[in-house]
């Protein structure tokens, strides 16, 4: 059963354009997260987020940020997509630090950039 | 650094045997916790089976069940009686109790023939 909600399904865009995608958990987890799965199915953590703090990998571009209405929620954003973005973006959550409980994921956004 | 490492890229195994995937692990942490999980072709990922860091007894869950060796930073998942439906990408994932992060593994794909 889908906890993680996550929308658009597939996005189709040009470059330049911005995008965002959203996230919704109903499992009342403290923590989100987004993750990119290209072509060769890597999963590459982009951002870990909680209200207290929010993570960054520092291998993602600044053209990518995430939003916050409440722990809820994270969307993210890209402001102006570049080829290389073309990718499957997964959201996930989880309990708080120091937790044992496993992530949670979404079905994922998968991004097109032509 | 790459904190989960799975150097098998592709297994191929004929149905009803039985297969084992390897993975191993970096950490400083004394407590972390340990995942796998199963992404079908549909692209959803799936929590499968956890091994807690200071548990002895390795975790089982239906078919699946792991293969802990602490002193060598290795959880190797088994399947059992493999199944067609089995076939799929399967994640390492480790969490360290001192932090949000959980790292992934880069994968193995999984084909179970008939």
């Known amino acids: 059963e889908t906890a993680v909600f996550q929308t658009p399904n597939y996005h189709v865009t040009q470059v330049g354009n911005e995008v965002s995608f959203n996230c919704k958990q109903t499992?009342?987890?403290?923590?989100m997260y987004w993750y990119k799965q290209d072509s060769k199915k890597l999963l590459k953590i982009m951002f870990s987020?909680?209200?207290?703090?929010?993570?960054v990998n520092e291998t993602v571009p600044r053209r990518f940020s995430p939003q916050s209405s409440d722990k809820a929620h994270l969307n993210l954003r890209i402001k102006s997509v570049e080829p290389e973005d073309s990718a499957v973006y997964l959201c996930?959550?989880?309990?708080?630090?120091?937790?044992?409980?496993?992530?949670?994921f979404g079905k994922g956004t998968r991004l097109t950039v032509v | 650094a790459q904190k989960v490492t799975q150097t098998q890229t592709s297994i191929s195994v004929v149905e009803k045997t039985t297969v084992t995937m390897d993975c191993v692990y970096e950490?400083?942490?004394?407590?972390?916790?340990l995942f796998w999980y199963k992404q079908t072709a549909s692209g959803e990922i799936v929590f499968l089976i956890r091994q807690d860091s200071y548990k002895k007894e390795n975790a089982t869950v239906g078919h699946y069940s792991l293969n802990f060796q602490k002193p060598k930073s290795s959880i190797g998942l088994i399947i059992t009686a493999t199944q067609i439906e089995d076939s799929a990408v399967y994640f390492c994932a480790m969490r360290e109790r001192s932090n949000n992060r959980i790292f992934f593994g880069d994968g193995t794909q999984l084909v179970v023939k008939p």
């Open positions: 950490t400083r942490d004394s407590s972390y916790f």
């Open positions: 987020y909680n209200n207290k703090q929010l993570i």
């Open positions: 996930a959550s989880s309990t708080p630090e120091g937790a044992n409980t496993e992530v949670f």
């Open positions: 499992l009342g987890h403290d923590t």
